[in-house]
């Protein structure tokens, strides 16, 4: 495997169901980020990892919990989700964020749907 | 903190024809810029960067964009257009938040290539 890659690729849950979402990267990198990418609407920056270590929250509800056990994985466990949460939800990594020069590498995504 | 004006959110051109998106940024000092694109059920990818070594960057699949400070502006430009470009589009700039730099991104511009 290279870059970035993200499992499952589609998920429809319900609105009682639990589920995670899994990243991984495969460069290296120190950073990784969770962003939700809904219809007609911008990119929306969820939470930021770098080095293992929550570095921001943009007040996304609790019903999204994210998880980085280590530097090449991050999890985004799902619980009691709205219809409204139904979205591509991406994850990118970059070297960290340190630098100006902040690059992100993307995966393909994961297209959820709450029924 | 930084913001980015992506103007149309639909951009619509004739096959061969010139592709132009407009991108401005807020900063009143020059940044680091970035333009992204995402094909249909994908990940976003890097086109191409601005890192200051040169205001003409060249990217990917024959695409270029020009840094002009005094416009605060980075416009993506391709001379002929290819049904393979239909896509979404995304400008993006470097921006310190506290002490890590992050990507503040611009609403997208869905581009469309008409036979």
């Known amino acids: 495997e290279t870059g970035v890659t993200q499992t499952p690729r589609h998920l429809v849950m319900g609105m009682t169901n639990k589920k995670s979402l899994k990243c991984e990267q495969h460069l290296g990198h120190n950073a990784m980020y969770w962003y939700k990418q809904s219809a007609k609407k911008p990119l929306e920056l969820m939470f930021v990892?770098?080095?293992?270590?929550?570095?921001e929250n943009n007040s996304v509800p609790s019903r999204f919990s994210p998880e980085c056990p280590n530097s090449s994985h991050l999890f985004l466990h799902l619980h009691t989700l709205q219809p409204e949460d139904s979205a591509l939800y991406l994850c990118?990594?970059?070297?960290?964020?340190?630098?100006?020069?902040?690059?992100?590498?993307f995966g393909p995504g994961t297209r959820l749907t709450v029924l | 903190a930084q913001s980015v004006t992506q103007l149309g959110s639909h951009v619509s051109v004739s096959e061969g024809a010139l592709v132009l998106l407009r991108c401005n940024y807020s900063s009143s000092v020059p940044p680091y810029l970035f333009w992204y694109v995402q094909y249909p059920n994908q990940g976003l990818q890097l086109l191409l960067k601005y890192t200051s070594a040169a205001t003409l960057v060249k990217g990917i699949n024959g695409f270029e964009a020009e840094f002009k400070k005094s416009e605060t502006s980075f416009h993506l430009t391709k001379p002929s257009a290819h049904m393979s470009d239909a896509a979404e589009y995304f400008c993006a700039v470097s921006d310190r938040l506290d002490s890590n730099y992050q990507l503040i991104w611009g609403a997208g511009t869905k581009l469309i290539i008409k036979p």
């Open positions: 990892y770098s080095l293992e270590e929550r570095v």
């Open positions: 990118a990594s970059s070297q960290d964020l340190a630098s100006e020069y902040n690059e992100q590498f």
